[in-house]
T-cell receptor, first 111, second 111 residues
Framework: EAQVTQNPRYLITVTGKKLTVTCSQNMNHEYMSWYRQDPGLGLRQIYYSMNVEVTDKGDVPEGYKVSRKEKRNFPLILESPSPNQTSLYFC??????????FGPGTRLTVL | GQQVMQIPQYQHVQEGEDFTTYCNSSTTLSNIQWYKQRPGGHPVFLIQLVKSGEVKKQKRLTFQFGEAKKNSSLHITATQTTDVGTYFCAAHNTNAGKSTFGDGTTLTVKP
């Protein structure tokens, strides 16, 4: 089944403790992207990747890192999480930046 | 950067009434996409519009792209309870990969 998977789905952590949210897609898509969703603010793009080893900042990249070593994986790294990074995170992939397929989301709480 | 405004933020309708959400950009868009997110779910792609003045239909849903490619609308005829959710428009910079979402319109339908 074609899908985008994210892990973990839920995470509660403390300020400053490094964490990684994994994202994987099995559709051989070149484009992948991370978004955060906050009430009243819609979806805001954090980082995106047009292909392996190519990543670019979205609108809200501060406090996040990404890597794209393989086509199927696009992990989101928070080196030192802070409470303002408490949010719902979505990973998405696309063949040509057209139809984006979203993962199920990761709800992160930073205390 | 590119901004996409979406109105209204909320819409409450009686089942059977029509619903419209509007998306406006200050800049000319290369394309516009529409997504639906059910409560507790992830965004799901509905459609992409590319051409000036384009109109596309999916059963009770009608999507329009303005002549100047700066605005778009989604109209639902005779809403049903299954239409409940948040509808997002999204503008993609196809060459650069950047993606900007509107804040969404949350539709509730009273049976």
């Amino acid at each position: 089944e074609a899908q985008v998977t994210q892990n973990p789905r839920y995470l509660i952590t403390v300020t400053g403790k490094k964490l990684t949210v994994t994202c994987s897609q099995n559709m051989n898509h070149e484009y992948m992207s991370w978004y955060r969703q906050d009430p009243g603010l819609g979806l805001r793009q954090i980082y995106y990747s047009m292909n392996v080893e190519v990543t670019d900042k979205g609108d809200v990249p501060e406090g996040y890192k990404v890597s794209r070593k393989e086509k199927r994986n696009f992990p989101l790294i928070l080196e030192s999480p802070s409470p303002n990074q408490t949010s719902l995170y979505f990973c998405a992939s696309s063949l040509n930046t057209d139809t984006q397929y979203f993962g199920p989301g990761t709800r992160l709480t930073v205390l | 950067g590119q901004q996409v405004m979406q109105i209204p933020q909320y819409q409450h309708v009686q089942e059977g009434e029509d619903f419209t959400t509007y998306c406006n950009s200050s800049t000319t868009l290369s394309n516009i996409q529409w997504y639906k997110q059910r409560p507790g779910g992830h965004p799901v792609f509905l459609i992409q519009l590319v051409k000036s003045g384009e109109v596309k239909k999916q059963k009770r849903l009608t999507f329009q792209f303005g002549e100047a490619k700066k605005n778009s609308s989604l109209h639902i005829t005779a809403t049903q309870t299954t239409d409940v959710g948040t509808y997002f428009c999204a503008a993609h910079n196809t060459n650069a990969g950047k993606s900007t979402f509107g804040d969404g319109t949350t539709l509730t339908v009273k049976p």
